[in-house]
């Protein structure tokens, strides 16, 4: 049995001319790889820039739903580092792994064949190899070099499963899919973002978003020293598909028709064939590029199975090869084990200096297990309207690096939206019905009575009151406060003052209040220098569980608390308005 899909060289020079043969002989050694390829792009392209778009619909949850005819999220479920390091790091199953794990299988047929066929980075690479690499030569390193990078995905993959099982997951900045994905929000999406809907409500970039474009830069570049580098050398998704080829059910063989000319070794795009033509088996994808090449058809596709009658078999120790050195995989599991203990005595530190809890989505689990789980993918950022989630950037530590945050300032959260918990891959962001997300505490609007204006006596403002009545909240009400008595012992008359409040109960921290503030007292009417009232998170003012109703929650916490809740107000910071002052 034969599972050669290559094109020989005298067919495909028939089939597809010269048109092929000038965008490169791998598009006629391998034609189906390539469409393979292009479809497993489009498909990445689609869901994220079609499917994840918010837009189109003012009910936001009705218009994903439509659309969503596969998950959003697929391709970050195909990852199998993902899932596992998460899985980890959490100490609970992950739904996504039963995804990876049916990935791995298909990979024991086609030995890593995500890598070769399906990865949308490494067709990307691809891309930018085909376009610049073979024009740039100046960093090319020789091919006959080798170095201490050749096994760097194996240090990487120790140090990211040793930092898991410590609690700390690193994961999503190495991967290849979250690297994609988050390239991709934080370069194409604003571009997308601006041309179809105005580049004002583009958020401006914080230094974390301009490091995520680095490293997703440095990925492309790192073609210019070898073709496909970073598949080849530094991803450690990559890594875990290689340590499955050892239970490969197939396998490339090179019979005794080779003549010795080379081109296999030359073409080859993951450096899995050695000097003397055997295979490395663990680096091969079995891509067929080199069947498609061989003059001499010397080379097929078989089970691994099949008994060798004459040639080569696959081998690891043929010329070049490289053993994965031990001391390197200890040294890199002590790095990962140094970054774990490092997070996890500084995260405190961080996110105390930076002014205190960070405001999560609706449905996000707990915050340690939170930390657990979210894979700086991105995703939630895409699907989210309005730019109400952003990334977290540095002033909260690494380990919260790239998670989303609600920024209530750019935006509120939109009632009839449900959108992040849905693509949310890992369960970081629970997928919760719009009744259900509705019921769920982001956090606690505080009003600050020194600046807001109907407090300072100055304005008979309400838009918080208007803005959460109209969102159906009716979380803030106006009450009487400052009313004086005459002689009799009756308010007198022209006395006393209506002032919002907000009632805890009721509250679930969307920040719409927030965002009309911000939108009409600081930028248009420029009376305040922030927003009078915002949602601030912590112990009490939100929910954050992993697992059960939050109506059910919502209706035990309102039986326990009082008729009344106390006003949610902070004492400020003692500025007031230029006209109050």
Known sequence: ????????????????GRAMHRLGPTFVASPVRRIVQAIALLLFCGLFFWMCWPYGDADYAAAMQRREKIPAESFLMLDPLLSLSTAVAAQAWIWALAWGGSMLAVCLLIPRGFCGYLCPLGTIIDLVDWSLGQRISRFRIPPQRTGWWIHLKYYLLAATLVASTMGVLVSGFVAAIPVVTRGLQFTLAPLQLGLFKGFYLVPPMNAGQWLSIAMFVLVLALGLLRRRFWCRYVCPTGAIFSIANWLRLSQRRVTADCTGCGKCVRICPFDAINADYSTRPNECTFCQTCGGVCPAGAIEFVPRWEPLRSGLAETDVGAGAI????????????????LALGVNRLLPAAALSAGGPIVRPPGSVPEEQFLQLCIRCGECFKACPNNVLQPVGLEHGLDALWTPKVVADWSGCEQSCNNCGQVCPTGAIRPLPIAEKRAARMGLAVIDQQTCLPYAGSSDCRMCVDECVSA??????????????????????????QVPVVLAEACIGCGLCQTRCRAI???????????????????????????GSYLQLRQQRNRLSPASAPPTTAPGDGYLPDFVR
């Open 1 to 16: 049995m034969r599972l050669n899909w290559f094109q020989p060289p005298a067919r495909g020079a028939r089939r597809f």
């Open 323 to 338: 053993r994965v050195s031990r001391r390197g995989v200890l040294a890199a599991a002590a790095g990962g084990a140094g």
């Open 472 to 497: 159906g909240y009716n979380a803030i009400e106006f009450r009487m406060v400052g009313v004086e008595l005459d002689g009799e012992g009756l308010p007198a008359e022209g006395s006393g003052r």
């Open 521 to 547: 007292n600081v930028k248009q009417e420029k009376l305040l220098r922030r927003s009078a009232i915002v949602v601030v998170a912590g112990e009490g003012k939100e929910d954050r569980i992993a697992a």
